[in-house]
């Protein structure tokens, strides 16, 4: 039986949810907004994890779960789980639990995890991940995380074209750093280290992998960063294609070494025919990709959580 955690109708769940339906798979889904409503036991001992669930008065024992993919929230976000006057008396502290249970099982659980928490860490800071990358054989783009904007001046001057974002695991959008840029844009530095990059001209392709499943999407667009292509007015294509070979397994040696048997992960091809990388997404949103090229990686996640073996 497929475990889903977290919030069904968010699309890349609920797609997943879907296939598992179609392809009439057992499942149990943990609603996390009905947490009130469900109970989790969890019992570790002589190297043997046992326990239970809960859900709508249906008890499932954590041993019948052959995988589970976990799109969890923070519980203090969910409005079912916050004190009301008026409400019943512990509900946040009785969630809390739930959730906190719930994590520690999903660190140690016997099943697949797509993906434990543990092994997301790793994108909590793109420099280290960087590092991972670079040790799986793949170039990355020439870095700088710095507060200071000397550095940045004489890093622009050793490169073309500059591209700054986040180098934490918060979601930011990429932005090219014009030639325009104001001493006082750049005296901002000084309260919040960025991270700069060298702009690689080519094409962006996004790789799913699934355990040794892997679904390449090339993006065609003129924007930066083609999440946002939008907000510039400006077009995305994608395509569904083939990787090298060499590069596929790349790919899934990537995830093997981050411990995230399903990620995004972020390629471009250049121009020259070398292949950069650029992060690791940990909790991908495939239904993005999937909508667009008809690649069946909602049934590739059910089918490896499914088999059951660790």
């Not at 700088?144 to 695991?169: E, N, Q």
């Not at 060298?198 to 040794?212: E, K, L, M, P, S």
């Amino acid at each position: 039986m497929i475990l889903f955690a977290g919030i069904p109708s968010e699309p890349p769940l609920a797609l997943a949810i879907a296939a598992a339906e179609v392809h009439h798979v057992r499942h149990l889904v943990l609603h996390q907004r009905h947490a009130p409503f469900i109970d989790m036991s969890l019992d570790v001992r002589d190297g043997a994890v046992t326990g239970a669930l809960w859900v709508w008065e249906r008890c499932v024992p954590l041993t019948d779960v052959s995988g589970v993919y976990a799109r969890v929230v923070d519980s203090a976000n969910l409005p079912e789980t916050r004190p009301r006057i008026g409400g019943p008396p512990h509900v946040a502290e009785r969630c809390a639990f739930l959730h906190a249970v719930l994590n520690d099982w999903l660190e140690i659980a016997e099943c697949p995890v797509l993906n434990r928490a543990g092994a997301m860490a790793s994108n909590a800071s793109k420099p280290y991940q960087l590092q991972r990358i670079v040790a799986a054989g793949f170039a990355v783009p020439d870095t700088l995380v710095t507060d200071d904007p000397d550095a940045v001046r004489h890093f622009a001057c050793a490169h073309r074209r500059l591209i700054y974002k986040s180098a934490s695991g918060v979601r930011s959008i990429v932005h090219e750093l014009g030639p325009d840029r104001s001493d006082a844009a750049l005296a901002r530095l000084r309260n919040l280290p960025t991270q700069f990059q060298q702009y690689i001209d080519g094409t962006n392709v996004r790789v799913h992998v699934v355990g040794t499943d892997v679904f390449a999407t090339e993006v065609r667009t003129n924007a930066v960063d083609y999440r946002y292509a939008h907000c510039d007015d400006e077009d995305v294509a994608m395509t569904a294609i083939t990787l090298p070979a060499a590069i596929a397994d790349r790919c899934v040696d990537l995830s093997e070494r981050l411990e995230l048997p399903f990620c995004g992960i972020d390629l471009k091809r250049a121009k020259d025919g070398e292949w950069y990388c650029f992060e690791v997404n940990p909790s991908p949103a495939y239904s993005y990709y999937q909508e667009h090229t008809g690649q069946k990686i909602a049934d590739a996640v059910v089918r490896y959580l499914s088999a059951g073996a660790p």
